[in-house]
């Protein structure tokens, strides 16, 4: 396991600054995404993928995931939304192609929400059924990942571990967003198997993101899960600034080292 940092943690940053942080942080690798001002230019990576994998190549740091909007939000062209596969299988093509050229081993997308007129069952298998088509995408099985998460219609860990079960996708996982919604670190753990890509950031019942010192993830527990399922990919530390679920009141330099070290401690111990 390997540690990152997601760009879009630090907004008023462009993604050089964030890749210099990162080596100042001896954190290797970064997480990139459509967001603030490190944002990857949407337009650019769908009609000129290798043109915008050549950007990150002088950064100095490896980049472990790349998070992809297939719309312009949570709503629009979501996996759950009947319609969009199509449009979304053509542009998932340009991403993975992006994804090779520059080097990024994951790919995360949402699982989609709820729609009008949509049940949260009806929801989840119209998402497992475009994923079904999205996996099928030369190269998507390798990269591509889902991640659950609040405001979705996969907030709890069975619907998630049976779209896993009826599709094979593999997952971003993110403790926090089971956690805040009452969900005990115990009932998150046998989603780890199927992890390719891993957020960390501290929670707690009500809390997305909890102060280190104030949430209730055991951090050297979660990584001892994920060592023991074999997971070796990246932890990316996601301590974020936004005005989403009460995220914007929070020092996230601060943050980020602690979660750091949390593991810097752990892994020399292991």
């Given at each position: 396991?390997?540690?990152?940092v997601?760009?879009w943690?630090?907004?008023?940053?462009?993604?050089?600054?964030?890749?210099?942080?990162?080596?100042?942080?001896?954190?290797?690798?970064?997480?990139?995404?459509?967001?603030?001002?490190s944002?990857?230019?949407k337009?650019?990576?769908?009609?000129?993928?290798?043109?915008?994998?050549?950007?990150?190549?002088?950064?100095?740091?490896?980049?472990?995931?790349?998070?992809?909007?297939?719309?312009?939000?949570?709503?629009?062209?979501?996996?759950?939304?009947?319609?969009?596969?199509?449009?979304?299988?053509?542009?998932?093509?340009k991403?993975l192609?992006?994804?090779?050229?520059?080097?990024?081993g994951?790919?995360?997308?949402?699982?989609?929400?709820?729609?009008?007129?949509?049940?949260?069952?009806?929801?989840?298998?119209?998402s497992a059924?475009?994923?079904?088509?999205?996996?099928?995408?030369?190269?998507?099985?390798?990269?591509?990942?889902?991640?659950?998460?609040v405001?979705?219609?996969?907030?709890?860990?069975?619907?998630?571990?049976?779209?896993?079960?009826?599709?094979?996708?593999?997952?971003?996982?993110?403790?926090?967003?089971?956690?805040?919604?009452?969900?005990?670190?115990?009932?998150?753990?046998?989603?780890?198997?199927?992890?390719?890509?891993v957020?960390?950031?501290?929670?707690?019942?009500?809390?997305?993101?909890?102060?280190?010192?104030?949430?209730?993830?055991?951090?050297?527990?979660?990584?001892?899960t994920?060592?023991?399922?074999?997971?070796?990919?990246?932890?990316?530390?996601?301590?974020?600034?936004?005005?989403?679920?009460?995220?914007?009141?929070?020092?996230?330099?601060?943050?980020?080292?602690a979660?750091?070290?949390?593991?810097n401690d752990?892994?020399?111990?292991?």
């Amino acid at each position: 396991m390997r540690l990152s940092v997601t760009s879009w943690s630090f907004p008023g940053l462009t993604l050089e600054e964030v890749a210099g942080l990162a080596k100042v942080l001896g954190i290797p690798s970064i997480d990139v995404g459509l967001f603030y001002r490190s944002a990857l230019d949407k337009a650019e990576v769908l009609a000129d993928p290798t043109g915008a994998a050549e950007r990150l190549r002088g950064l100095g740091v490896g980049v472990a995931n790349y998070y992809h909007l297939f719309g312009d939000g949570l709503a629009d062209r979501n996996l759950a939304l009947p319609g969009a596969v199509e449009a979304n299988a053509r542009d998932l093509e340009k991403v993975l192609a992006f994804a090779e050229a520059a080097g990024i081993g994951t790919v995360f997308v949402l699982p989609g929400i709820v729609n009008p007129g949509q049940s949260r069952e009806e929801a989840g298998r119209a998402s497992a059924e475009s994923l079904r088509v999205l996996l099928d995408v030369p190269g998507a099985r390798e990269r591509v990942c889902v991640e659950p998460h609040v405001h979705s219609w996969a907030e709890s860990p069975e619907p998630v571990r049976r779209l896993v079960e009826a599709t094979g996708v593999r997952l971003a996982l993110d403790y926090a967003h089971f956690v805040c919604l009452g969900f005990r670190q115990e009932e998150v753990d046998p989603l780890a198997p199927h992890a390719a890509h891993v957020h960390l950031r501290q929670a707690r019942p009500g809390v997305l993101q909890a102060k280190f010192g104030q949430g209730v993830i055991n951090f050297p527990a979660l990584f001892g899960t994920l060592r023991d399922v074999g997971y070796a990919g990246a932890l990316a530390l996601e301590a974020v600034h936004q005005d989403y679920m009460g995220t914007l009141f929070d020092d996230v330099l601060t943050e980020t080292v602690a979660l750091r070290d949390a593991f810097n401690d752990w892994n020399r111990g292991a």
